[in-house]
């Protein structure tokens, strides 16, 4: 599905400036760096707020393992008693756990020319990279690893899976800063190349527009391996073509440009019936394989679709 640009590009959104000078290089890294800090401070005041909590419930470890002996007290399970040791000791003492979490948490993102197309204020790049800092951030607090893969036409680039919060903002940075080599969309070699490169289960999300096919094939194969949550973010222009009159549309991915007159409301029929037939496709594949999704759009405050996603994953865990 290519992902259309206006005949006019939005403020700031040029898909190609003139080359930079130093200076301009010099501010774009300071400019970097302070959108890495907002968002970075963004999530850390959602985490701590709202989803730290919610996250520990959800993506459970993988068992729980012994920790320690202590004395019996009343009130505590009997179950819970080492009734070896009693008959040892002449003491009650009680077996306690901790979980063994050791988990890990992987981000595939999609850097296509299509998340930058469009006109919202927010791009979605920017909105996917404001969900990764989020989600890894939850994911760093509760000691768990998250590693990253960038992709477009090919995976583009992979960070394995770490720890700390510096490695936070490198993903953020990541993500905010890609130049993809490719232009255009590949989610199954994408997922080809982590099911590769992770041998172990992990919690995998997808974050994409999704406006693309032919990925069925590798998504089954890596439901296998993974936990999947698909993050779905979209713009209003993603969907429907507004009535503006005569119209030069560009395909952020191919290249092509078309010229059409989106007052009619066939072409604007089409338009939508080619979305809905993606999103049918992946809503049917979804349902099969047992994939929860997340539905974000570009400009709106998306907290409350993942609290509403932490809560649907809570209701499933009990």
């Not at 953020?172 to 890609?178: C, D, H, M, W």
């Amino acid at each position: 599905m290519p992902a259309w640009w206006p005949w006019r590009w939005p403020p700031g959104r040029d898909p190609s400036p003139a080359a930079p000078d130093d200076a301009a290089t010099a501010d774009g890294a300071t400019e970097l760096l302070r959108r890495v800090r907002a968002i970075e401070l963004r999530a850390r005041r959602l985490v701590d707020d709202l989803f730290l909590g919610e996250y520990h419930a959800v993506f459970r470890g993988r068992g729980i393992e012994f920790d320690e002996l202590r004395p019996y007290v009343v009130g505590d399970d009997v179950r819970s008693i080492d009734w070896k040791s009693y008959a040892r000791t002449g003491e009650p003492l009680v077996r306690r756990y901790r979980e063994d979490r050791d988990l890990t948490v992987l981000f595939a993102v999609d850097v296509s020319a299509s998340q930058e197309a469009g006109a919202a204020e927010q791009s979605k790049a920017s909105l996917a990279a404001e969900l990764c800092a989020v989600f890894s951030l939850a994911a760093i607090r509760n000691h768990d690893r998250a590693g990253l893969l960038l992709f477009a036409s090919k995976p583009e680039r992979y960070l394995r899976p770490a720890g700390g919060s510096i490695h936070v903002l490198r993903l953020v940075r990541e993500v905010l800063s890609a130049q993809p080599e490719t232009r255009g969309t590949d989610l199954g070699a994408a997922l080809e190349y982590l099911t590769g490169v992770q041998r172990r289960r992990a919690t995998l999300f997808i974050i994409s527009d999704f406006l693309t096919e032919g990925y069925a094939r590798a998504l089954r194969a890596a439901s296998r391996r993974f936990d999947i949550i698909a993050v779905r973010i979209r713009e209003p222009l993603d969907e429907e073509l507004p009535p503006a009159g005569l119209v030069r549309l560009a395909d952020a991915e191919g290249g092509s440009v078309y010229e059409v007159d989106s007052d009619d409301p066939a072409v604007r029929e089409a338009y939508a019936a080619r979305v809905h037939e993606l999103d049918a496709e992946r809503e049917r594949l979804f349902g099969e394989l047992g994939i929860d999704e997340i539905a974000i759009e570009s400009g709106e405050d998306y907290v409350r679709a993942l609290l509403a996603f932490f809560r649907r994953r809570a209701r499933a865990v009990a």
